[in-house]
DNA sequence: CGGCTGGCGTCGT
DNA sequence: TACGACGCCAGCC
């Protein structure tokens, strides 16, 4: 695993239950202010399904974007920790984005 | 080193 | 709101 996986997924498991970050806040967070992209690549490898929260990041316009298990999965998981999401969509995305 | 690919982002229509 | 077109950048040929 890359330096820069290991920045991505220890800036990822920084965000608490209950809280959701942006594809392009996480590239931000580890020094790539438009590697956005790269990040969603990172996802899709991630080694950890288990213990790296991938499901916590979504798009920055509220979508929940996509999930290597299907954006179902993805969507049910996020409800289950207290987040409501509305046809693909954040509902009080302002509320629930966690910033660094 | 060059070309292509994506769990994206932004802007224009 | 919904597409399409570009831009972006690490990783894999």
Redesign the pocket.
């Known amino acids: 695993m890359?330096?820069?996986?290991h920045r991505v997924y220890q800036k990822l498991l920084k965000v608490p239950k209950g809280k959701v970050t942006?594809?392009?806040?996480l590239?931000k967070a580890v020094g790539?202010?438009?590697?956005?992209?790269?990040?969603?690549?990172?996802?899709?490898?991630?080694p950890f399904?288990v213990i790296i929260p991938?499901?916590r990041?979504?798009?920055?316009?509220g979508?929940i974007?996509?999930?290597?298990?299907g954006e179902k999965v993805?969507t049910k998981m996020l409800s289950d920790e207290g987040i409501s999401v509305k046809n693909g969509?954040i509902q009080d995305w302002k509320e629930t984005i966690f910033r660094f």
Do not use: F
Request: proline share 2%; charged share 30%; hydrophobic share 20%.
């Open positions: 890359s330096k820069l996986e942006t594809y392009g806040e590239a790539l202010e438009n590697g956005q992209r790269v990040i969603g690549q990172i996802m899709n490898k991630n399904p991938c499901h990041v979504v798009k920055s316009d979508k974007g996509g999930y290597y298990y993805k969509k």
